[in-house]
């Protein structure tokens, strides 16, 4: 395993750095005035998506671009570093057109969409036109268990018929989010994995009712993770994706490659929690020392220093693994990543909002956005706790045990 950045990836490093330090940064401020003031989109958006997309800087995550497609085709290992520059900005990724879940609506597109599908929906996906939702989590149950879902997709004639309730589907706020990719049930009846469709629901579809954005930790995104209705709405039996009963199969091809961009870019928003960190630590004054001066906030530095370079190991590991041996294959990796890669982005930013002290706790610092964001992914793309189980029962199943064995390495009496 070799994870030194190659040339061309230092080459988009940069490159991407300096568009970074030249076109986003400067507009941070601005950014939270127009949204606070309810201009959302941000006026400023398109113009840097045109100017990203001139520059190269566009698609950079889809590895299996065709040659017709706009985009860099890159690997996941290869796109991983530039994930973690964007994360330092939240809004960052939608100039390059690499935001979530629009990254995983394309990759589910790209692979398993009709050629009428990929023409009304993944070619303006591409070109940066709309934005799309993924709906599959749900108020009434425990999501995480995807056999759970209980929104019905009936077949009836010609068309679905689409009842049900989902809720913190992100993007269904943003004013040019058009599609809905859609999880179900459209056989309650078949095995417990096979249960499950997806179906393209246009936003406009009649009975799609958006109930309310939803805050998280009192926080209100303005693209949203929104509480959606999905009352007797029905769209042609061609908006189907993929085969009926495919639904959990495609979702799990789908949260793969998605998990290693939440990740860098979690490693992104803990590295720039860093910085701020170790500026505060070094420019405030306290019980005369340095901030740094005092034991525990040194310590807090190189905790975090230690934590963040192994996560970024990690997820990188995570995504040469996919590359090599598949998705499939590196289940473990990537449920481990996600299960520690959040907890590291938010320990970094509690850290850093401790050093600010109060103002750690403003809007006048990126600290208390970040670990909110931080907190919601040991939520999103599944818990904590059902990554950890996960991981333990494939540990357990690479060793089995036998009643009556004993380990030689145990010291056992003649």
């Not at 398109?46 to 017709?68: Q, T, V, Y």
């Not at 964007?86 to 057109?97: H, I, L, Q, T």
């Not at 005369?288 to 190991?313: F, N, P, T």
């Not at 992914?377 to 950890?388: I, K, Q, T, Y």
Request: hydrophobic share 40%.
């Amino acid at each position: 395993m070799d994870f030194a950045y190659s040339p061309k990836v230092e080459a988009l490093r940069a490159q991407l750095n300096a568009f970074m330090d030249k076109h986003i940064v400067p507009r941070i401020h601005q950014w939270h005035e127009e949204v606070n003031a309810g201009q959302y989109p941000v006026s400023f958006m398109e113009a840097l998506k045109d100017k990203a997309r001139s520059e190269g800087l566009w698609n950079l995550f889809l590895p299996h671009l065709n040659e017709d497609e706009p985009g860099t085709r890159l690997s996941n290992l290869e796109y991983a570093p530039l994930a973690e520059i964007m994360g330092r900005v939240p809004w960052a990724s939608e100039v390059f057109n690499c935001n979530a879940p629009d990254t995983g609506n394309m990759e589910l597109l790209h692979m398993f969409a009709t050629p009428a599908q990929r023409k009304q929906w993944l070619e303006p996906l591409l070109d940066g036109k709309i934005r799309s939702a993924f709906a599959m989590t749900e108020p009434a149950v425990a999501s995480s268990d995807a056999t759970n879902i209980t929104t019905r997709i009936r077949r009836d004639g010609d068309d679905y018929v689409i009842d049900g309730r989902k809720w913190f589907i992100t993007n269904a706020a943003h004013p040019n989010c058009q599609l809905f990719i859609v999880m179900g049930k459209t056989d309650p009846d078949a095995p417990s994995h096979s249960q499950q469709s997806m179906i393209l629901v246009p936003r406009d579809t009649p009975g799609v009712k958006i109930i309310r954005n939803i805050t998280v930790v009192n926080h209100t995104a303005p693209e949203g993770h929104c509480e959606i209705e999905f009352k007797g709405v029905r769209v042609p039996k061609e908006n189907l994706l993929g085969a009926e009963g495919s639904g959990f199969a495609l979702a799990q091809a789908r949260l793969g490659p998605g998990r290693i961009h939440h990740c860098m870019r979690s490693i992104g928003a803990a590295e720039l929690a860093l910085e701020l960190m170790i500026e505060r630590a070094q420019a405030r004054t306290a019980f005369g020392k340095r901030l740094h001066e005092h034991g525990s906030v040194g310590e807090w530095i190189a905790k975090s220093r230690i934590e963040i370079d192994q996560a970024r190991l990690f997820v990188l590991k995570a995504a040469w693994m996919i590359d090599t041996v598949g998705a499939k294959a590196a289940r473990k990796e990537i449920s481990m990543i996600k299960a520690l890669v959040p907890s590291v982005h938010t320990a970094v930013c509690e850290r850093a909002m401790q050093v600010f002290g109060a103002m750690g706790l403003s809007p006048d610092t990126p600290l208390a956005d970040s670990w909110t964001w931080g907190r919601a992914l040991r939520f999103a793309d599944g818990p904590d706790e059902v990554h950890l189980q996960s991981i333990a029962r494939m540990e357990i199943q690479a060793r089995p045990f036998e009643a009556g064995s004993v380990s030689p390495y145990l010291t056992t009496p003649d």
